[in-house]
């Protein structure tokens, strides 16, 4: 029974949030108040689960998230990214632009929500697009689509990928030596992939494009910039590019520092100290308030900070809710039964494994239509029984990222956003941004076995 409770606790907060459209936090804490007193847990010890849950989940990654949600608010009204986006688009040249917007999407911009990405890309995809030769727009959507999910499942500081590792207590070094190649080259083939595609007949811009759709957010948007505050300075910096990314660039160094140092042997309590993720995010954080401060004035940086807290607070509840759901299922203890389904008698059972952690994201991100709620209840799900598995939790991990990529369609607000900033109709945001994120999780899926193949368990 406590298997057929689980499963209908699933179907709940699944229903609750497609059908009922009740908010993820809500629907989350519903479906395990429900497992827990139906499975037997009683009222003192759901609770008790529930809180203990959540507690433990953000002591691993609460502050790694508000950090790293603040540091992207910061450089944003810094004008960082909007610099690097220009350098970049003068830079490689058309043809080579899509390749370089989606390498640039999966490693520098995942310290930024993925719907400032999307604003801060899109006018140039619609600019650039002219000027490649044969479906200019719908290359540039694709290698947009990919760049941005690939970057924030595998990506450290993407959320999705920060909530993963809390999760599962991955420690951010070690995920990174391989999200931050598994991320950017899932990106390159994708979007490799999606060009060969564009050559056939594919892609018909009478009914895939709605130009004007994405006029009206271009309109909007020097509406609200033609009126800047007298006493707030442009965001436009002076300094240079490569200062004006440092807060990203340093945490990233001194968290791989450490992991190398860890790998081979010569850490010692200062270089765990520096490469602590949260210490190195701290430092990203005082780098981007200092260079918001100097560039765009006190009043940009605190609206920049409100506007930040105000994400990171949506964000930790949806993740804390996630980390209660797998407490509860611990507390039942079905972890001894869905151990079994990952096992097997004789064949492979490290693929098998993480062919299914994959399959249970897959299907959550396809029932619930957002990548960070089903890749944190894939980990919430599965967390309770990682220690019976026989796969490293790395690779378990990995295939959870995977598998929440798979098919952004149309019960995600971000395909909606995607349809409109770049002028596309409703089919041809399928063909680009459903069909690039589940090409994505397929390509990313056999570099996943493999890590999995390799690591210790």
């Not at 490649?132 to 595998?154: C, D, E, H, N, W």
């Not at 796969?391 to 409109?420: C, D, E, T």
């Amino acid at each position: 029974m406590v298997v057929a409770h689980t499963v209908i606790a699933i179907a709940v907060v699944v229903g609750l949030i497609i059908w009922i459209k009740v908010d993820p936090v809500i629907s989350l804490v519903l479906g395990s108040l429900y497992l827990g007193l139906a499975a037997g847990v009683g009222l003192a010890d759901t609770i008790t689960a529930i809180t203990v849950g959540f507690g433990d989940i953000m002591a691993e990654v609460g502050l790694l998230i508000g950090f790293g949600v603040l540091i992207g608010a910061l450089l944003h009204a810094a004008g960082a990214f909007r610099k690097l986006v220009v350098v970049l688009v003068r830079g490689v040249g058309a043809e080579r632009l899509p390749y370089a917007l989606t390498v640039l999407l999966s490693t520098v911009m995942p310290s930024i929500y993925v719907d400032v990405q999307v604003v801060l890309a899109s006018p140039v995809a619609r600019s650039a697009a002219p000027s490649l030769k044969g479906q200019g727009l719908p290359r540039l959507a694709s290698a947009l689509g990919t760049g941005i999910f690939s970057g924030y499942v595998f990506v450290i500081p993407g959320l999705a990928a920060i909530s993963i590792t809390g999760l599962l207590n991955i420690k951010l070094g070690s995920w990174l030596l391989f999200g931050l190649v598994i991320g950017p080259v899932t990106a390159i083939v994708t979007t490799f992939v999606m060009r060969q595609v564009l050559r056939t007949s594919y892609w018909k811009p009478e009914t895939d494009e709605e130009p004007d759709a994405a006029a009206v957010y271009e309109e909007s948007e020097e509406s609200e910039e033609s009126e800047p505050s007298a006493d707030v300075p442009s965001s436009d910096s002076t300094l240079p590019l490569g200062v004006l990314l440092l807060p990203i660039l340093v945490p990233l160094v001194m968290i791989a520092f450490g992991a190398f140092a860890e790998l081979f042997k010569f850490s010692n309590a200062f270089i765990a100290f520096l490469g602590d993720a949260n210490i190195a995010l701290f430092v990203g954080l005082l780098g981007a308030y200092g260079l918001s401060r100097a560039t765009s004035g006190n009043e940009r940086t605190s609206n920049a900070m409100e506007q930040g807290f105000h994400t990171t607070g949506e964000i930790l509840l949806i993740t804390g809710v996630g980390g209660s759901l797998g407490a509860v299922i611990k507390a039942t203890g079905l972890d001894s039964k869905l151990a079994s389904l990952f096992s097997a008698d004789a064949g492979a059972p490290i693929i098998l494994s993480i062919l299914l952690a994959w399959f249970v994201a897959a299907v959550l991100h396809l029932a619930i239509g957002s990548v960070s709620v089903a890749a944190i209840t894939a980990a919430g799900i599965i967390a309770p029984i990682l220690g019976s598995i026989d796969v490293s939790p790395i690779g378990i991990g990995l295939a959870i990222a995977s598998g929440s990529l798979f098919a952004l369609q149309v019960n995600s607000n971000f395909f909606w956003m995607f349809k409109a900033l770049l002028g596309l109709s409703t089919k041809g945001t399928l063909k680009t941004l459903t069909a690039v994120t589940s090409i994505s999780s397929l390509v990313s899926l056999p570099m996943v076995i493999a890590v999995g193949l390799v690591l210790p368990a």
